[in-house]
């Protein structure tokens, strides 16, 4: 599986609709879409996945009105579930010809998770489906792997050399993966993603819905680099003393420890469009890398302008664009887990 960093095609969204969670939901998370659209299109290909060819003709219109040159933005008609195309969506990688495959792994919901507000069974079925539906639209070659392993993209963190970092709580758990060993889980992923060195955290089952993706926290900057927070704002954000440990100790495929840059919580706890406050902060470590723009998330806090300068200094090639994500936060995601890249 290449880097993220490295050249893409273009990227996949999969746009908001209210044929799961309603009028309101759509609403509100529209902007937030428009803004990527908008940053993303002057990069690479986007590739938006509408609910069907009315939602279409809607998300046309919004991006018209925001004067979006539709240049580079294409559209397909595939049913979904929600958003989180980096969990549900294609994984691209390069077989031993160097030629991209889609990777179709399994995807149950997030271990068949509820919904918390109406505790009913989260669906996942329409979204498990996508990677299939955009290999078969692109004809490349698609790797099924539905029944090898349950693994969200958001899991795992890539250094494109050789190196994985997950969080066991997300992919060794019976949720996912029932009665399966790191060893096995490991084989796999050393077949698939070419990984032969592995940071394991131990992670948080039941922490939140995804059961603590490591791409909420820690991210590869490059191959040398770690991208994470202080000490004591990732206990703030829920790792425990034994995963920071873990993380500051973590070293590559070589034995060299990492560099780690620091990017701060959000000053103050996030609040919505709305007003209303969450009542927790938000990280900037979700951010997503594009040809020739970085999507930071931001939320309209002091630390913005902080966190896009020192994401800015990774990357002196590309151009740090924040986008407002306070009210996709509620949801428990940011850009991060929102997009999917789609290497060159």
């Known amino acids: ?18 044929y799961q969670y309603g009028v309101p939901y759509r609403n509100r998370l529209d902007a937030t879409w428009v803004a990527m659209t908008q940053a993303l299109a002057g ?25 979006i040159d539709l240049t580079h933005v294409d559209f397909y008609r595939f049913k ?5 195309v980096r969990d549900n969506g294609p994984i691209y990688a390069r077989d031993m010809h160097g030629n991209l495959v889609i990777q ?5 919901g997030w271990g068949q998770k509820s919904d918390e507000e ?13 990677p299939k539906k955009i290999a078969q639209a692109q004809g490349i070659p698609l790797i099924d792997l539905n029944k090898t392993l349950i693994n969200e993209g958001g899991s795992v963190e890539i250094d494109g050399h050789g190196t994985l970092m997950a969080c066991k709580s997300s992919i060794i758990n019976d949720n996912r993966n ?9 084989a796999i992923f050393t077949e698939y993603l070419g990984a032969s060195h592995f940071i394991w955290l131990d992670g948080q089952a039941g922490l939140d819905l995804t059961d603590q993706h490591i791409d909420g926290f820690a991210r590869f900057g490059n191959a040398s680099t770690i991208v994470t927070m202080n000490k004591h704002d990732l206990l703030e954000f829920d790792v425990t003393a ?22 701060p919580l959000t000053k103050n706890t996030v609040k919505k469009s709305s007003g209303s406050d969450l009542g927790y902060k938000g990280s900037y470590v979700n951010y997503y890398i594009a040809n020739t723009v970085v999507l930071v998330p931001n939320y309209q806090d002091p630390n913005d302008t902080i966190a896009n300068d020192i994401i800015q200094s990774l990357y002196p090639n590309r151009s740090v664009v924040g986008i407002d994500v306070r009210d996709l936060y509620e949801n428990g995601g940011m850009i991060h ?8």
């Open 1 to 18: 599986m290449p880097d993220e960093s490295e050249l893409h095609e273009g990227t996949w969204l999969q746009w908001p609709h209210h």
């Open 43 to 67: 990069s690479e290909n986007v590739h938006i996945i509408a609910y069907n060819e009315k939602e279409e003709k809607r998300i046309i219109d919004l991006l018209n009105k925001n004067n």
């Open 80 to 84: 979904t579930d929600d958003v989180w």
């Open 104 to 108: 179709d792994w399994g995807f149950n």
């Open 118 to 130: 109406s505790n009913q069974p989260i669906g996942f079925t329409n979204c498990n489906a996508i």
């Open 178 to 186: 029932p009665g399966m060993s790191q060893a096995q889980i490991e």
């Open 242 to 263: 034994k995963d920071i440990k873990t993380l500051y100790g973590a070293k590559n495929k070589q034995e060299k420890p990492y560099n780690f840059v620091t990017v």
């Open 337 to 344: 887990c929102v997009t999917q890249q789609q290497p060159a």
